[in-house]
C-alpha cells in the first residue's frame, strides 16, 4: 500500500503563485503515475494535473492549462505542483493521487491511492 502526504498548501493572493508537494511511501519501487485532483465545496473534484511514472509524460486540466504545471523529482517519489496566476476562485481541497502502471490519466477512478486533501485558497 502507498501512503500520500500532500503539504504546501495555504492561502494566497490573487495573481500569486502557490507549489504543493505530495510524497509518496511504500510500494512505490514499481511503475507508479501521479496525479492532482481539486474539489471546492459543493462541486465535483475536478482533474488538475498528472504526471507519469518517467516524468515525461504530463496532462494538464483545461480549467489551469497555461497556469499549473506538473513534475516529479529524480527519485521519483515526490510530485510538486507549481500553480500560478492564480484566480479567486474561491477555497477547494487538493488532493493527491497515485496509480500503478505509469501512465497519467484525468480520470479519477483510475487512481487507488490518495492523500488526506490540502486545504488552499486564492483571495481577491
Known amino acids: 500500500q502507498v501512503r500520500m502526504v500532500e503539504t504546501g498548501g495555504g492561502l494566497v493572493q490573487a495573481g500569486g503563485s502557490l507549489t504543493l508537494s505530495c510524497a509518496a511511501s511504500?510500494?512505490?519501487?514499481?511503475?507508479?503515475?501521479m496525479g492532482w485532483f481539486r474539489q471546492s465545496p459543493g462541486k465535483e473534484r475536478e482533474f488538475v494535473a498528472a504526471?507519469?511514472?518517467?516524468?515525461?509524460?504530463?496532462r494538464i486540466g483545461d480549467a489551469v492549462k497555461g497556469r499549473f504545471t506538473i513534475s516529479r523529482d529524480t527519485a521519483r517519489i515526490t510530485v510538486f505542483l507549481r500553480m500560478s496566476s492564480l484566480k479567486p476562485e474561491g477555497p477547494a481541497v487538493y488532493y493527491c493521487?497515485?496509480?500503478?502502471?505509469?501512465?497519467?490519466?484525468?480520470?479519477?477512478?483510475?487512481?487507488?491511492?490518495w492523500g488526506q486533501g490540502g486545504q488552499g485558497a486564492v483571495s481577491a
Open positions: 511504500g510500494r512505490t519501487d514499481r511503475r507508479y503515475a
Open positions: 493521487a497515485g496509480a500503478f502502471g505509469g501512465r497519467p490519466s484525468e480520470d479519477s477512478s483510475a487512481y487507488a491511492d
Open positions: 504526471i507519469g511514472w518517467s516524468g515525461a509524460s504530463t
